[in-house]
């Protein structure tokens, strides 16, 4: 519609000039003529129509500076809204050059650079970006350039304060822009959050999946590892009670040890998987104390001496009297029980098993070492993990579930410790573990 009345107006001048020129001329012309010839009147005729023209030609030139003045206020306007909304968007925009230099940016980009906007301007944006993801970058922009479609890709983002940022890039060249220098909008979509909960979720997942196969473990072990001890037991109790009449007192005694052993095996077994089933739920309490290590190893000792005789081996504490430890007691009787146990089960008749403890940085070292078999060495980093838990068969094919050394491990860690083996195959081994010393 503008168009159209700026068509109208431009040919209204036109005329009017026109018509302006013909009055002048004619004037001119008739100025030169005997005044005799033309009378006053028409000359005044003629001049009142020149000024009702040039009246005329003044509206209209109104009229268009109107018009002018409302659509510069429009455009003035239309800006302002383009403006307001590049600024105060609250997503970060960029507008760039082919060599990545920032020519604009909104507030939103200045807040998340920590750098003010007009110091941004004429800075490369890949000073923002880690030297490794660069090339990243680089290949974004290039593609943009040289194609009409948006483009993206992802990398990180290191502000002024070091904070590092995971971004999604989306850029797009414009096709609009005053001049020959080409220019892209880009926009940088924060997926720190989002990268967040995908590490959590993978986090969370990995957690069920070890819990499944924590509980396949359980269920195995119940299914076999409880199993076979009980068809032992169920073997010497029908011998007994169907066969007492028939045999002698040492066989009494041999069919009776027998049930102890296997009995004093699953009791073992069970406290293992009860303890077990607590770490898996959190439901163990951790109260620590000063406790006499000396004191405990002896009552240790004490339990299992039977099974250490009837292998023929020695089992010495040489932790002094009056050693001290600061330690969950039940956590502690446990690690220990089951080292002992275990170096029973793995030193061949007539070995040796030593229970022996330092002072060394600040804390208590304890370690139990047997003659045993040693451990190879391919074998030690599944040892103490519940997921991977190993077992093999005794020096008299006592068998086990292995889940006392993640035990130990766990109750180690929970009392502030490590743990640790030094064993070679064929010449015994050494587990070694911390704990802090007492509280004054």
Known sequence: MKTVKSKESKTKTKNLKKNIKKIVKKSTKKKNEPKAIKPEAKQLDDIQRLVSLLQVHQVELEHQNEELRIAHEELEMSRNKYVNLFDFSPTPYFTLDTEGIVKESNLSASKMLGVDRNKLIGKRFNTFIPMDERNIFNSFISVVFNSAEKHSCELSIINKDKHQFHVLLEGLELADTLGSEKKCQVALIDLTEYKKVEHSLKKTNEKLRLLNVAKDKFFSIIAHDLRNPFQSLLGFSEILANEIDNLSSEE?????????????????????????????????????????????????????????????????????????????????RSIIQNLIVNAIKFTKPEGRVYISSIEKHNLIEVSVEDTGMGIASKTIPSLFNFNTMFSTNGTEGEQGTGLGLPLCKEFVERNDGKIWVETEAGKGSKFVFTLPKPIS
């Open 252 to 332: 009494i005694v041999t069919f009776s040890k027998g049930l102890n052993d296997d009995l004093r095996n699953i009791y073992g077994l069970l406290d293992n998987l009860l303890q077990w089933s607590m770490i898996q739920r959190h439901m163990i309490e951790y109260k620590p104390g000063n406790v006499n290590l000396h004191d405990l190893v002896n009552k240790i000792i004490g339990i299992s001496n039977q099974s250490a005789k009837d292998k023929g081996i020695t089992v010495f504490n040489n932790i002094e009297d009056g050693t001290f430890v600061y330690a969950d007691t039940a956590m502690l």
